[in-house]
């Protein structure tokens, strides 16, 4: 990373924005999704930040995404509400389940929203987080852009590293924010490995056969494994089915490979739960005890050779202290691309 | 198993329940507590059921469990509600929380039942499962009675096996049924193989040093192995925060080791959501699209030697046909176990 460009959080969105806006994206919509993005970046998340724009893009030319969506309600109930994204961006999608989740949990308690018709919407930690600033709890589901992983002993690849996301508000201490897809590693993290050049270690991926794949450029060739053997095919099944399959969105065989096919619409389906603490009893009280958690878990006993005991949600937040103070680093490949975006489209260069 | 006795549901849950009432439960409460552990053995869950027996009585005549708990709602919204167990066992404080979760769906939607002061529960399934009967789905997560878990990287033990399961309906197909323990393996299955004298394979535990630890008479030397690594740790922190922390019951350091403390209450805490698919569209197409995904899975092409491609809930469903009709296998140890108990209480032995 010692040769990447770093640049602030907020010359990132502006880039992203004025792209997004010049691709025929409305104003608003341009710079709601600009600022996902750069908030993925920010917190480390950097498979799912401008790395996509490029894609995005793509897709938004090649006319699979609808660029002026009527983002609906179509079914609602106390504690929960479907919302039907009409095909738009899923960060659209999602910034508004979510709000519409805070806004139920206020007065249910719990509320749990669904998406069909929607889009890739970045990390899932993004949108888990939103209810962290009302002092509510965030659980996020949702269904992968591509199928990279089968039954456990199966060949077919009917399942996507499906992810779930939870976070949970501290009081002194950072939030606790768990963010993982359902395989041992996502296909970003393959992707990155090849773009490297580097192998990838045992245990991430396999050949048809059952033998270990090590070589990320052939990825085509073999799938994921899932975390825990077959209780992460078992996650990752359960997670679509609530999270696809419950909203009328696409789950299984209907999964649109987002990276191979920039024309079909991928009718993706997400969900997000808020709960409010606040309906459990005190929630100072409850802080501090989520406190003393970490606080327990850090100050543990250590393995020999390990330096320290991190919570969930730490590093990302220690990334987003030092990109805050010191810029998002930018790789120079990637950052080679985007020049060549800004060239095509006809904008300022990202600086 | 060949030369385990064979008896049926109907034995097995009156054999409990007598036991029960001549420990000092109330008639009603032991046929409702007899009625789940024969449930669990009958759907193979052998580690929660009629096992448990004898360390349920064990601390009810210490003094840890409340016998005549007043279980009653201290906290409650449209969609949420949070039950006090006030010590009673967890299956009577559980069943009447999935009961209410369940009620409080049918209108809200969604609706989320949390417990404190209850205590061990059985298997995570047989509450997820609960609201299948009413076309609903389940989503269960507990804190487990005993930390055989460290931070990941970390030497003390905070956490445990804390599982979730996941009921969803299907139509034609058996429910897809997901219980998990976010450990690789459970504690219950260390001490089968204990029984059994068999080593237990590489990756379940490890010593203090890191190494493999293989010999399940020396489990207490070392810890259980998280799914997935660091992955399986935050699972676990998450669901002992959900199940136990926001609901002001027993989290990390709090937690009683049940195996090993006769006379501590644990204040365990669980949680059910009912999540009602009626809320989300129609419910006899969202079952046919759940049968899709299932036989899809199924008709999977496989990996060479695999015979064929298991959902969840299967292998399950499999056991519960089968001890139906040729009675629950009770392996000669335990038979023996109960026998004694029977003749200690002055009861009838089970037949």
Redesign the interface.
Same mark, same amino acid.
């Given at each position: 990373m010692s040769d990447s460009t770093r640049v602030s959080y907020a010359s990132l969105r502006d880039f992203i924005c004025v792209a997004f806006e010049k691709t025929g994206l409305p104003q608003g919509d341009a710079l709601t999704m600009a600022s996902l993005m750069a908030e993925a970046d920010l917190q480390g998340s950097d498979g799912h930040g401008v790395i996509r724009l490029i894609p995005y893009i793509r897709r938004f030319k090649a006319g699979a995404v609808n660029l002026t969506p009527n983002i609906k309600v179509v079914?609602e109930?106390?504690?929960?509400a479907?919302i039907d994204g009409d095909n738009g961006m899923g960060h659209l999608v999602m910034k508004r389940a979510t709000e519409l989740a805070i806004e139920?949990?206020r007065?249910? @308690?719990?509320? !749990?929203v =669904?998406s069909v018709h929607s889009n890739h919407a970045g990390p899932a930690s993004l949108y888990a987080r939103m209810p962290l600033a009302h002092d509510m709890?965030g659980?996020y589901f949702a269904v992968g852009n591509a199928n990279h992983l089968?039954? !456990? =002993?199966? &060949? #077919?690849m &009917?399942l996507s590293t499906n992810p779930i996301a939870?976070a949970?508000p501290a009081n002194q201490e950072v939030p606790?924010v768990?963010d993982?897809a359902t395989t041992?590693a996502s296909f970003g993290k393959v992707k990155a490995k090849a773009q490297r050049g580097e192998m990838m270690p045992e245990g991430w991926m396999v050949e %048809? /056969?059952?033998r270990p794949l090590l070589d990320p450029k052939r990825a085509d060739e073999g799938f994921l494994l899932p975390? @825990?053997g077959?209780? =992460?095919y @078992? &996650?990752s099944?359960?997670i @679509?089915?609530?999270a696809g399959?419950?909203?009328?969105a696409a789950?299984? *065989?209907d999964v649109v490979d987002f990276n191979h096919d920039d024309t079909t619409p991928t009718n993706t389906g997400q969900a997000i739960?808020a709960?409010d603490?606040a309906?459990?009893?005190d929630v100072a /009280?409850?802080k501090a005890?989520?406190d003393?958690?970490v606080r /327990?878990? *850090?100050? #543990?006993?250590?393995?020999?050779g390990?330096e %320290?005991? !991190?919570?969930?949600g730490e590093q990302s937040h220690q990334k987003r202290i030092d990109y805050t103070t010191n810029g998002i680093p930018v790789p120079p490949a990637l950052k080679a691309n985007l020049d060549k975006l800004a060239a095509d489209l006809g904008i300022p260069a990202l600086a």
């Open positions: 079914q109930r106390a504690a929960m479907l139920k949990a007065t249910a @308690g719990v509320a !749990w =669904g709890l659980l089968p039954a !456990w =002993g199966g &060949l #077919s &009917l939870c949970i606790v768990l993982m041992v %048809r /056969d059952g975390v @825990g077959y209780k =992460g @078992g &996650l099944l359960i @679509g089915l609530l399959t419950l909203n009328g789950m299984g *065989r739960v709960i603490p309906a459990f009893g /009280d409850f005890r989520v003393t958690v /327990d878990l *850090r100050a #543990s006993e250590r393995m020999p390990v %320290r005991i !991190w919570v969930p």
